[in-house]
C-alpha cells in the first residue's frame, strides 16, 4: 500500500493552501465582526489545573517544575472557559477568544487533538442572544469564503436562512417516538429504566450497564444528529439538565437547562450556555461528571477551587464556545478538518 504524502510536502501543500488562506480571512473577518460589537479580544492560558471536568472529555496531563525543583501537576485545557469565566467575574462584559485547546483520544474528519475554539461572553444578556451571534457568524463566513451554501460531504445547508429551532423534546418524539421529560424529574433527577424501555421501543440496542446518559447520547447520535442541519442551520435547544453540566435551569421547565448547540450539514458547530453562578451547585455536578469519569473511564481530573470561587462574583452571563476548524470545513467544502488546519499534529 502507497503512504500518503506528508501535509508539508510541496504538492499536498499546494492542494491545501487555497483553504488555509480562505481560513485566515475567516479569522480576520470575525476578529473585526468582535471588535466592531464592542469584546476584548483576551487569551486564556492553556496550562491550567483542571481541563474541564465533563466526563467524556480527554486531556493532556503534563507538570510544572519550579525554580526549587518542585513539581505539580497540570493540564492542557479543552476549553478556555473556566479562564474566560474568571474574567467575567473580573469585571469584564463582552469577551471574545480564539484559543488553541487540545483534547485527548479525539482525532478524525471531525476530530483533531489540537484544534481551535472561538468563545465568546456577553455578561448581562440572555443566551437567546447568542442565537442572533451565531447568524452573523455563519452569514459572514459564506460571504467571506465566497459561498452561498455550507457543505459537508454530500450535505448542504443555506447560511442566510432562518435557523430551525428544535428543543430535545421535540427531536426525540419525532425521531425516536421517546416522551424525553417524562424520564426527567423537576430536580434534574433521571429514570433510567423508563429511558431504556422507550430507547428498545425505538428498535436501539440497550445494554444491562447503559446509564441515562449514554442512552440519551445513542438516540441523539443515531436518530437525530444526523437530520439537523440540512438545508438550513438548526438550533437544538432545552438539554436536561443532566446534560449540560454548566448551564443554569430554564425558569420555564427546571427539568431543562438553558443551552442550545448549533447545527449545520449534520455537523455540531457550537455549544451555548445560559451560564450556571452558583458554585455549590456546580460542584455537585462537577462531582457527578467525575464519578461518571470514574466508572467509565478509570480516572478524574481535579476541580479548580478558583474557579468556583469566581462563579460567586461572576455576574449572569451567557457564552458559547464555536468550532472554527468546523466552520470553515462547511465554508470551503472541505472533506475533513486536517484540510483546514495548517500544521495537523502527526498522527501516532
Known amino acids: 500500500m502507497t503512504t500518503p504524502s506528508p501535509w508539508w510536502a510541496p504538492h499536498v501543500h499546494a492542494d491545501r493552501r487555497p483553504r488555509l488562506l480562505l481560513r485566515n480571512r ?3 473577518g470575525l476578529r473585526a465582526h468582535f471588535a466592531a460589537e464592542g469584546f476584548v479580544e483576551v487569551e486564556a492560558a492553556a496550562l491550567q489545573v483542571s481541563p474541564g471536568n465533563e466526563a467524556h472529555l480527554s486531556a493532556f496531563a503534563t507538570e510544572a517544575i519550579g525554580p526549587d525543583g518542585a513539581r505539580a501537576p497540570l493540564y492542557l485545557h479543552t476549553s478556555p472557559e473556566f479562564a474566560c469565566k474568571k474574567l467575567l467575574a473580573a469585571g469584564e462584559a463582552r469577551i471574545a477568544s480564539f484559543a488553541r485547546v487540545y483534547r485527548n483520544r479525539e482525532r478524525g474528519p471531525l476530530h483533531h487533538p489540537e484544534f481551535t475554539m472561538l468563545e465568546w461572553y456577553r455578561a448581562g444578556a440572555d443566551y437567546t442572544v447568542l442565537m442572533a451571534d451565531c447568524a452573523e457568524i455563519l452569514a459572514l463566513a459564506a460571504e ?3 459561498t452561498a451554501r455550507l457543505t ?6 443555506d447560511p442566510f436562512a432562518p435557523f430551525e429551532r428544535l428543543t430535545l423534546a421535540q427531536a426525540f418524539a419525532e425521531r425516536a417516538g421517546i416522551d424525553l421529560l417524562a424520564t426527567v424529574a423537576p430536580d434534574g433527577g433521571t429514570d433510567r429504566d423508563a429511558l431504556a424501555a422507550g430507547v428498545a421501543r425505538a428498535g436501539l440496542r440497550v445494554a444491562e450497564d447503559d446509564s441515562w446518559a449514554d442512552l440519551f447520547s445513542r438516540v441523539l447520535v443515531a436518530r437525530i444528529e444526523p437530520h439537523l442541519g440540512l438545508g438550513r442551520a438548526t438550533l437544538l435547544c432545552e438539554y436536561p439538565v443532566s446534560e449540560a453540566a454548566l448551564a443554569r435551569p430554564s425558569p420555564r421547565d427546571p ?22 453562578t452558583d458554585p455549590e451547585v456546580q460542584r455537585r455536578r462537577f462531582e457527578a461528571e467525575m464519578a461518571e469519569k470514574a466508572r467509565v473511564y478509570g480516572e478524574t481530573y481535579p476541580i479548580d477551587e478558583a474557579f468556583l470561587d469566581a462563579l460567586a462574583i461572576m455576574p449572569e452571563a451567557s457564552g458559547i464556545a464555536l468550532g472554527l476548524d468546523r466552520l470553515v470545513m462547511l465554508a470551503t467544502g472541505a472533506p475533513r478538518i486536517e484540510d483546514v ?5 502527526a498522527a501516532p
Open 255 to 276: 427539568r431543562v437547562a438553558e443551552r442550545f448547540e448549533l447545527y449545520a450539514c449534520g455537523v455540531e458547530l457550537a455549544n451555548a450556555f445560559g451560564e450556571l
Open 152 to 157: 459537508y460531504r454530500g450535505r448542504e445547508a
Open 26 to 28: 475567516i479569522v480576520a
Open 341 to 345: 488546519i495548517w500544521t495537523p499534529v
Open 144 to 146: 467571506t469564503a465566497g
